[in-house]
């Protein structure tokens, strides 16, 4: 029973740890800001507005050991979600488990350490693809080895469903990337083949359960069938216990809303009974979102909630008392067979490719993930999918819980930021320099070569090296990596046949580039900053290249800086930022300065993301000329009030709405 935890400063977060233990936690899910999951220092200029947000910043040795301060960590189960950087945050991890004098061997917990779905659905990405399947499998060869109860990856399907994944394509994509692995792992050499059982039996997954109960049950019994069979037949591995599929779950947070927020909890439960009826199919760890997350980050009180809610189950119900109560039933099974069936389907296209990674970097992967997406976006915008409180029955009583918004979610100090930056400088200052440098260029000469890179990287964190200089080191050898973005080969997923919403916004795209004397109104989607969510980024920027306008969109990962140089160079009458992690409050701002002093501040600019209504304020009081949050479903009504933006900005006259 987990909740996903760290915030602001390694203090604040050891401290929400072991109140979280005392209230009947059983195990650690650590939650690492983003220049952490990125592989950079919170002095990086891409780290400004980023630190704390979303997680714990850990920089260096002396980050990890105030996380973990008295929390005995050889009798911990800790989950990390980390994977550019996941070979670093073990190290820093096994270090700080010797200092308190544990048994390495005895070390329990996960490293998510999936890379691929980085590059379709998270964003947390570093590495091109070849060397990050090597961090990988080195991981997997020393863990196995020297840390036998550690899973060194978490194949996660999670946010994959997040980017739009079908059941059947969640199933399949997840099972391609661990053959992708464990394919690695078994032609790589540092593994002898008899070991591989041992290697299958430390693999696990992480997956995400929605609100459709039957369907999800019935996904992950098919998830156990396929894997029992691909370790079997692939792998021949003849132990049913090495074979047998783990998995934990984070039920989705894609399906939370803002609007009437408290009926996110009863989304919570039906989609964590979903995952634990099914015996045969039951989780083997559980983590809750919390029902304000839609709204920003939950509080403590909040994260209580959801524990509660699992012990609750666990010990008032008799729901765990049981053989599996789908057994035998024709509907399951004949849903199971079709999801299985469907999913083999996909991973052969995908084998033929020349498996995942090449899937990957053809584009292929991300661009079915945005098309179904994108359909997905459609049918809750038509009304064929309904969502309570958002596109029906949206009348509500007022909400106690939500009445002073500013309140309702955990706020991070802005503060925070100086002081661990302050807090990195001294550590620098007072290091042994040399070893530090000595440890980084062994690093760097492992990485040209073929050795397994973990005990460089012990050695790096025993010297007092910082995240961004183990990471930065790495990105000198191996390069960096940037994503195919899906958008331009997306197909169109909304009807513009004539009296539809869209054809309307069509035209008055149309009318406008006219009455602007341009051939298209060319708009520029930008992500600020570390945030990888790149989901809402790329449904505008597809809805709006189908409306008509020229869309500049270069991905993830860009500062203030390049954006404004982006809208310059590219004459853009409107720019678009997306920001889910909660540094729009430093990020859009910036944006806005750089425009003016570059003389475009008649540009209009909106904002997008998880933004508080005071933040909302604020922004709008900076001059952002619009604001859309998760409750702003219509994505054909935002495209169509970013047109009237641009109209006002360079004083056009309101178009006619015809009869």
């Given at each position: 029973?987990?909740?996903?935890?760290?915030?602001?400063?390694?203090?604040?977060?050891?401290?929400?740890?072991?109140?979280?233990?005392?209230?009947?936690?059983?195990?650690?899910?650590?939650?690492?800001?983003?220049?952490?999951?990125?592989?950079?220092?919170?002095?990086?200029?891409?780290?400004?507005?980023?630190?704390?947000?979303?997680?714990?910043?850990?920089?260096?040795?002396?980050?990890?050991?105030?996380?973990?301060?008295?929390?005995?960590?050889?009798?911990?189960?800790?989950?990390?979600?980390?994977?550019?950087?996941?070979?670093?945050?073990?190290?820093?991890?096994?270090?700080?488990?010797?200092?308190?004098?544990?048994?390495?061997?005895?070390?329990?917990?996960?490293?998510?350490?999936?890379?691929?779905?980085?590059?379709?659905?998270?964003?947390?990405?570093?590495?091109?693809?070849?060397?990050?399947?090597?961090?990988?499998?080195?991981?997997?060869?020393?863990?196995?080895?020297?840390?036998?109860?550690?899973?060194?990856?978490?194949?996660?399907?999670?946010?994959?469903?997040?980017?739009?994944?079908?059941?059947?394509?969640?199933?399949?994509?997840?099972?391609?990337?661990?053959?992708?692995?464990?394919?690695?792992?078994?032609?790589?050499?540092?593994?002898?083949?008899?070991?591989?059982?041992?290697?299958?039996?430390?693999?696990?997954?992480?997956?995400?359960?929605?609100?459709?109960?039957?369907?999800?049950?019935?996904?992950?019994?098919?998830?156990?069938?396929?894997?029992?069979?691909?370790?079997?037949?692939?792998?021949?591995?003849?132990?049913?216990?090495?074979?047998?599929?783990?998995?934990?779950?984070?039920?989705?947070?894609?399906?939370?809303?803002?609007?009437?927020?408290?009926?996110?909890?009863?989304?919570?439960?039906?989609?964590?009974?979903?995952?634990?009826?099914?015996?045969?199919?039951?989780?083997?760890?559980?983590?809750?979102?919390?029902?304000?997350?839609?709204?920003?980050?939950?509080?403590?009180?909040?994260?209580?909630?959801?524990?509660?809610?699992?012990?609750?189950?666990?010990?008032?119900?008799?729901?765990?008392?049981?053989?599996?109560?789908?057994?035998?039933?024709?509907?399951?099974?004949?849903?199971?067979?079709?999801?299985?069936?469907?999913?083999?389907?996909?991973?052969?296209?995908?084998?033929?490719?020349?498996?995942?990674?090449?899937?990957?970097?053809?584009?292929?992967?991300?661009?079915?993930?945005?098309?179904?997406?994108?359909?997905?976006?459609?049918?809750?915008?038509?009304?064929?999918?309904?969502?309570?409180?958002?596109?029906?029955?949206?009348?509500?009583?007022?909400?106690?819980?939500?009445?002073d918004l500013d309140t309702a979610v955990h706020t991070v100090d802005p503060a925070v930021e100086d002081r661990?930056?302050?807090?990195?400088?001294?550590?620098?200052?007072?290091?042994?320099?040399?070893?530090?440098?000595?440890?980084?260029?062994?690093?760097?000469?492992?990485?040209?070569?073929?050795?397994?890179?973990?005990?460089?990287?012990?050695?790096?964190?025993?010297?007092?090296?910082?995240?961004?200089?183990?990471?930065?080191?790495?990105?000198?050898?191996?390069?960096?990596?940037?994503?195919?973005?899906?958008?331009?080969?997306?197909?169109?997923?909304?009807?513009?046949?004539?009296?539809?919403?869209?054809?309307?916004?069509?035209?008055?795209?149309?009318?406008?580039?006219?009455?602007?004397?341009?051939?298209?109104?060319?708009?520029?989607?930008?992500?600020?900053?570390?945030?990888?969510?790149?989901?809402?980024?790329?449904?505008?920027?597809?809805?709006?290249?189908?409306?008509?306008?020229?869309?500049?969109?270069?991905?993830?990962?860009?500062?203030?800086?390049?954006?404004?140089?982006?809208?310059?160079?590219?004459?853009?009458?409107?720019?678009?930022?997306?920001?889910?992690?909660?540094?729009?409050?430093?990020?859009?701002?910036?944006?806005?300065?750089?425009?003016?002093?570059?003389?475009?501040?008649?540009?209009?600019?909106?904002?997008?993301?998880?933004?508080?209504?005071?933040?909302?304020?604020?922004?709008?009081?900076?001059?952002?000329?619009?604001?859309?949050?998760?409750?702003?479903?219509?994505?054909?009504?935002?495209?169509?009030?970013?047109?009237?933006?641009?109209?006002?900005?360079?004083?056009?006259?309101?178009?006619?709405?015809?009869?």
């Amino acid at each position: 029973m987990r909740t996903y935890a760290g915030h602001s400063t390694a203090e604040a977060s050891n401290e929400l740890y072991r109140r979280n233990l005392a209230k009947g936690q059983t195990g650690l899910s650590v939650a690492f800001d983003l220049p952490t999951q990125t592989g950079y220092d919170p002095d990086h200029v891409l780290a400004r507005g980023e630190v704390g947000r979303v997680g714990v910043p850990v920089s260096h040795l002396g980050d990890m050991r105030r996380l973990f301060e008295d929390i005995p960590l050889e009798r911990m189960n800790t989950s990390m979600t980390i994977n550019a950087t996941a070979m670093w945050l073990l190290a820093l991890y096994q270090v700080v488990a010797e200092e308190q004098g544990a048994d390495v061997a005895r070390l329990q917990g996960t490293t998510q350490n999936d890379i691929v779905k980085e590059y379709l659905s998270r964003g947390t990405h570093v590495f091109p693809p070849g060397p990050s399947l090597r961090l990988t499998t080195d991981m997997i060869a020393y863990t196995v080895s020297r840390i036998p109860k550690w899973n060194p990856i978490n194949i996660c399907s999670y946010h994959l469903q997040e980017a739009g994944a079908t059941p059947v394509q969640e199933i399949a994509y997840a099972m391609s990337t661990a053959i992708a692995v464990l394919d690695a792992v078994r032609d790589g050499g540092q593994v002898p083949r008899e070991r591989m059982g041992d290697v299958v039996a430390r693999i696990s997954f992480f997956v995400n359960a929605g609100v459709r109960f039957v369907e999800e049950m019935c996904k992950m019994r098919a998830f156990g069938r396929i894997w029992d069979r691909v370790t079997r037949e692939r792998y021949g591995i003849t132990d049913v216990r090495q074979r047998r599929f783990r998995y934990g779950v984070q039920v989705n947070s894609l399906g939370l809303t803002e609007a009437q927020p408290e009926n996110n909890v009863q989304r919570i439960v039906l989609e964590m009974l979903g995952v634990t009826l099914s015996k045969d199919a039951r989780a083997r760890a559980v983590q809750l979102p919390a029902w304000n997350e839609a709204l920003g980050l939950p509080r403590p009180w909040d994260q209580q909630w959801s524990l509660r809610i699992q012990q609750v189950l666990a010990h008032e119900s008799d729901l765990l008392e049981y053989e599996d109560i789908f057994d035998g039933s024709h509907v399951v099974e004949a849903k199971v067979t079709e999801l299985a069936g469907d999913a083999w389907d996909e991973m052969d296209r995908i084998r033929q490719m020349g498996g995942a990674l090449a899937a990957v970097e053809s584009g292929y992967l991300k661009s079915r993930l945005v098309a179904s997406h994108a359909e997905r976006r459609a049918r809750i915008e038509s009304g064929e999918e309904k969502i309570v409180g958002v596109n029906v029955y949206g009348t509500t009583e007022p909400n106690p819980l939500t009445a002073d918004l500013d309140t309702a979610v955990h706020t991070v100090d802005p503060a925070v930021e100086d002081r661990v930056v302050q807090s990195l400088r001294d550590w620098r200052d007072t290091r042994d320099g040399r070893r530090s440098r000595d440890a980084l260029e062994r690093l760097k000469e492992t990485a040209r070569g073929t050795e397994n890179l973990m005990a460089a990287t012990l050695e790096c964190a025993r010297a007092g090296v910082t995240t961004g200089e183990w990471a930065g080191a790495l990105r000198e050898v191996f390069g960096e990596y940037r994503a195919p973005t899906g958008v331009s080969s997306a197909p169109v997923a909304v009807a513009a046949e004539e009296g539809t919403a869209l054809a309307e916004v069509r035209r008055r795209v149309r009318l406008t580039a006219r009455d602007l004397g341009v051939g298209k109104l060319r708009f520029l989607v930008g992500k600020p900053g570390l945030d990888g969510h790149s989901n809402g980024a790329e449904q505008i920027a597809v809805r709006a290249r189908d409306a008509g306008f020229e869309v500049v969109y270069q991905g993830i990962r860009l500062t203030p800086e390049q954006i404004v140089d982006a809208a310059l160079a590219e004459d853009v009458h409107a720019v678009g930022l997306s920001v889910l992690s909660g540094s729009h409050a430093r990020l859009v701002p910036d944006v806005l300065e750089r425009l003016r002093e570059a003389g475009a501040g008649d540009i209009p600019v909106i904002a997008g993301g998880i933004i508080p209504n005071g933040d909302a304020r604020r922004l709008r009081a900076a001059g952002v000329a619009a604001v859309f949050t998760p409750k702003d479903f219509d994505i054909t009504g935002i495209i169509g009030r970013i047109v009237d933006e641009i109209r006002k900005a360079n004083k056009l006259d309101p178009l006619e709405v015809p009869a």
